[in-house]
């Protein structure tokens, strides 16, 4: 997706039976990182560098999407699907106190893995220009966009199962900050990854993004919680992020400047400084935790 100097290469693993395929680089504390609606984990080249820092970087492709496009359940995907898929893999690997950070879609994966098994070793949960309600009401006026509604989200699931590869290049111009676009290259790129999705597992996400509610499990959350978001996301507005934080005030907020929905593929190394900060953040709260 993107150069990366000093970065070790991304080791592919395809799916294998039910479970998804995977890319990961490094060693040390797991790094799950979870891709957003329409992507792949390619999205997260930019963030192979963190292996340089002491982290094992792990980021699968969602059924539907990527190396997972053809696994036996991805026309009926669900959010709690992927999150069982999530689940599986973090068994598969062995892995123990993973901090699992979700951009977009992934980001309600990563919620649905907090809340949906208690027992699985997690050690946060960060989320990238994510809402924790797609769709808007009277008492969260921060979906997508600001306005959106079930309508809507039938609608645009509808246009995916008819005509996907369309829809790609409107969908592709939400990813960056506004006024701002990505070279040729990158774009190509982009687009190349969004045709190897299956329209039917897309559609079918899209509408259950639509019917969640996260913000109970945010006020609940008994694991430390973070979100990243764009200065100029086109999908979600600085008051997005206020509100979500709102929702659990031990959390952390940072805002990655001159970015949009997707800041860890448009400035990945101004992205990877504040995640690191959190990861920081995440170790001093644990060394206080087991020094009381």
Known sequence: MTNVEAA????????SGSRPGWREAGSGRALLLL?????????????????????RVIAPDHAGHGLSAALPHAGQARLAQLAADAAGLIGHLGLRDVVVVGWSMGAMVAWELMRGDPALPLAAIGAIDMTPRLVSAADWPHGLHGRYDTVQAAQMAAHVRQDWPR???????????????????????????MRQCAPDALAALWQDMARQDYRPALRQARLPLFHLVGERSRLYAPAVGQATLALQPAARL??????????????????????????AWLDSTGAQASSR
């Open 8 to 15: 070790p290469a991304f080791d592919t693993h395809p799916a």
């Open 35 to 55: 891709h957003g609606w329409s992507l792949s984990g390619e999205a997260f080249d930019g963030q192979r560098a963190l292996a340089s820092h002491g982290y």
């Open 167 to 193: 829809l790609i290049d409107s969908v592709r111009a939400g990813l960056w900050s506004a006024g701002s676009k990505p070279d040729a290259a990158q774009a190509g790129h982009i687009a190349a990854i």
């Open 254 to 279: 940072a805002t990655i400047d001159g970015t949009g929905h997707a800041p860890h593929m448009e400035r990945p190394a101004a992205f990877n400084a504040a995640l690191l900060e959190m990861l």
